[in-house]
């Protein structure tokens, strides 16, 4: 069964002007460093991250061009569309899928409501937004561009030779832009071979239950993680939490069970459980990887008081390509 992805977008992102970036999460661990692209995310879901594109430091927290440099030959299929903040403020979300029809290059499905009239009361909500883009188009080096006047696939060279000098290159101009047609944008870039083998990339706007710093969750290395040997003066709430955008912790079974799901998609050397050790002093936390150069930290995270430790049960899930944590909370 396809994995499918839903990117929760917090609510003081989705506004006029605003531009999104969900693209495939890379690390490098060369020499010593260990580099990320993004550096900077606001969510992280199965390998893919949710980027505030006009946050200042987005690119350029870290060294990353020798990570951008190793990535140069892998194109990607890219998809651009621009829609209401009020699509995703009504509950609407916004479903990318292939098309199973083999006719033209045009994507179907009911984009074209993202621009209809949105009532802001409940009545008005319907169903939610589908984008199916045909199999020809998802191909290496395509973009497909859906915009309010037009909905059209080019190669995405030719896009940005045509738009060379226009605001495309600009931020501030471009957020004016998309002001002044009551627009926000999203960019989806992502391998082919997501869709192309059944996934589904939703995204929607953060459930409120879930919002509580509206912080962007800043991505470090592990040789930035904090010192835990002052295990006593560190406290964590669980609804703070559950805020973590790494370790995508849920509480199951009325709340009394709390699950976590450590991504390691773009760790392809890691296959088992055996290649991982769990480990935790106090209520602080973490894994790591064992291999021929011996034992390193992956992550760590300090756990809330609640949960019991002692009855800790973990498994890594070869599907999802991820160790999944299990803590029965008191």
Known sequence: MANNIVIDIPPELIQYGKTLLIEK????FLDGYHLSKPSVFVRQVHGLCLVDSQQQDHRSVTPTHLLEST??????????IEFPPECLNIGKSVIIEKSNSNEGKQPLGNFKDLY?????????ESKDIHIQIPKQCIERGNMIVIHKEKVFSIKANDYLKQQSGH???NQFAK??????????EMTIEIPPEFLLNGQTITFRKEDAQSVAANFPYRRHSRTDAPATNNNNLQKISMEEFLL???????LLENGHLLQLSLDFTNRSDIHSKDQLKIVHN???????????????????????????????KSHFDGQHHCLVITLPVQ
Do not use: A, C, T
């Open 25 to 28: 999460h890379s690390e490098l």
């Open 71 to 80: 990535l140069d030959d892998e194109q990607l299929v890219q998809i651009i």
């Open 116 to 124: 209809n009239e949105h009532q802001s009361n409940k009545s008005s």
């Open 167 to 169: 605001f495309i290159n």
């Open 175 to 184: 957020r004016d832009h998309l002001q002044s047609k009551n627009l926000m």
């Open 244 to 250: 973590d955008k790494i370790w995508n912790p849920l």
């Open 282 to 312: 106090g209520h602080n936390l973490h894994v790591e990887i064992n291999n021929q150069q011996g034992s390193s930290i992956f992550k760590q995270v300090l756990l809330p008081e609640q949960v019991k430790l002692d009855q800790l």
